[in-house]
């Protein structure tokens, strides 16, 4: 058997080097003589893994003092709810933009809870693009203002947020954190699921500035209040301890990369190489404008749809994989998070060089 390259979404590739070390010490970790998977939470050992897990990734994204970092058991969407849940006092309202699957997503959960404006809606673009700013609808006095910067179903991302919103902002970063350096002191709270850029599935990071937190109309259940995460740093309840693990090799990954900037330059090389192609050629399309485009997930259509699942089948007998587009737009998606080598891209677009010719 051997490893082919993995374009799926998420749960999505790990960097091959993470994985060899995971497996050497799967069974004897840390010379503890037993597998992390199996070490106690309250563990010194696991404690100084814990710490230099937020250590590192205080380090790639530079995250100022004032910011906690907390590891939260659990989807990212769960954040959909524990955000409003935490932010919005008695009669507050928060301001959504919505541009695609888990922005609408995250609007609606919020809608449950008190009041969400919908700022704009990529509706009457099929969410294949993002609304002009011109038409947005900012709130006076929204406690937040929400976005998905990279919406991962149709690749459509936003490279930066226009300068009009005055209140905190909260963002998914689950398909885009730690793929280029970002300046976290312009966000209220910023939060991740694993499963795309950081490690396996079931863990979400939230890096978030304290003071944001207001009194809350209700009492909180413990495991969706942002305080109980605060006051045991991650550990009330036992976290996800195999995946900071894995997160913790992850980071220290990027770290050995040079750090993001190198990383940005080698995420926006493969993305441009796809990209280019695309656009030059008459067999493939993209179907997200050029300002809109995501460099972490890139949608693409064959325009004789009909050989859609030839090309699916022939990639995969090529060792290129998961590149089906989501059901909701069809087509293609090569998602190329950090863990995807630049030799994975040369290899995809040889191949598609090569299925285009002999047609
Ligand atoms: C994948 C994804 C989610 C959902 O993640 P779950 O852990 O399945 O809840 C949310 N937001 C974005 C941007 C995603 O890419």
Redesign the pocket.
């Known amino acids: 058997m051997t490893r082919g390259y993995n374009f799926g979404a998420?749960p999505a590739t790990l960097p091959q080097a993470v994985m060899e070390r995971a497996q050497a010490e799967l069974l004897d970790w840390n010379g503890q003589g037993m597998s992390v998977m199996e070490i106690s939470h309250r563990s010194e050992a696991f404690l100084t893994l814990l710490n230099q897990t937020e250590q590192d990734l205080r380090q790639l994204l530079a995250i100022p003092e004032s910011y906690r970092v907390l590891f939260i058991n659990g989807?990212?969407?769960t954040q959909f709810s524990m955000i409003p849940m935490n932010f919005l006092a008695k009669e507050a309202r928060a301001d959504y933009l919505v541009t695609g699957t888990?922005s609408k997503m995250a609007y609606q959960e919020a809608g449950k809870l008190a009041y969400a404006n919908l700022v704009a809606d990529g509706k009457g673009l099929n969410y294949l693009g993002v609304p002009e700013v011109s038409t947005w609808k900012l709130s006076d006095e929204a406690a937040y203002f929400y976005y998905?910067p990279?919406?991962?179903i149709t690749g459509v991302a936003i490279e930066r947020l226009p300068d009009i919103v005055k209140v905190p902002v909260i963002v998914?970063m689950?398909?885009c954190l730690l793929s280029q350096p970002i300046d976290v002191s312009r966000y209220g709270l910023i939060f991740a699921?694993f499963?795309?850029n950081i490690g396996p599935?079931g863990m979400t990071v939230v890096i978030m500035r304290e003071e944001l937190l207001t009194e809350t109309p209700y009492p909180l259940p413990t495991m969706m209040d942002y305080r109980t995460y605060i006051e045991s740093n991650s550990c009330y309840a036992t976290p996800a301890t195999f995946n900071c693990y894995m997160a913790g090799m992850m980071f220290q990954w990027l770290l050995s990369q040079g750090g993001l900037a190198a990383v940005e330059r080698g995420n926006r090389r493969k993305a441009a190489k796809l990209y280019q192609y695309i656009d030059a050629s008459d067999f493939y399309h993209c179907p997200v404008p050029s300002k809109d485009r995501s460099m972490m997930n890139v949608a693409f259509k064959l325009h004789d749809e009909a050989l859609n699942t030839e090309f699916l089948t022939e990639a995969k007998a090529h060792q290129l994989l998961a590149l089906k587009g989501h059901r909701s737009v069809g087509g293609m998606r090569a998602s190329i998070y950090n863990a995807m080598p630049e030799s994975g891209v040369d290899a995809l677009l040889a191949f598609m060089v090569h299925f285009a010719a002999n047609r």
Do not use: H, L, V
């Open positions: 998420g989807a990212a969407r888990w998905t990279n919406e991962t998914d689950t398909s699921g499963q795309k599935a």
